[in-house]
């Protein structure tokens, strides 16, 4: 059975930085693409940053430079490491699983709320 749990988020100052992380079962190895997601109050769900089998990355414009992106394929988990953070990077963040011909699985998310 696929479980995506989130953990790391909370609240943070201006400039301040969270890690989250995203505890895979039963493997990182049977899924093309892992990411992370977020959603602000009233917005839809947009992407934050992927990462693929080979390791290929990709980051939404608002998160290159700041965040990034990766995994331990050993320990089953999957990181988003998130620097100068600012007040618009509030949102609830989801972890993503995708593998071909199958519906993504997603996390319940985690709150990051970061104080101006």
């Known amino acids: 059975q696929v479980q995506l749990v989130e953990s790391g988020g909370g609240l943070v100052q201006t400039g301040g930085s969270l890690r989250l992380s995203c505890a895979v079962s039963p493997s990182i190895n049977i899924f093309n693409v892992m990411g992370w997601y977020r959603q602000a109050p009233g917005e839809q769900r947009d992407l934050v940053a992927s990462?693929?089998?080979?390791?290929?990355?990709n980051y939404a414009d608002s998160a290159k430079g700041r965040f990034t992106i990766s995994r331990d394929i050993t320990k089953k988990m999957v990181y988003l490491q998130m620097n100068s953070l600012k007040p618009e990077d509030t949102a609830v963040y989801y972890c993503?699983?995708?593998?071909?011909?199958?519906?993504?699985?997603w996390g319940k998310g985690i709150l990051v709320t970061v104080s101006s």
């Open positions: 990462i693929t089998t080979s390791g290929r990355t």
């Open positions: 993503r699983a995708e593998r071909n011909f199958d519906v993504p699985y």
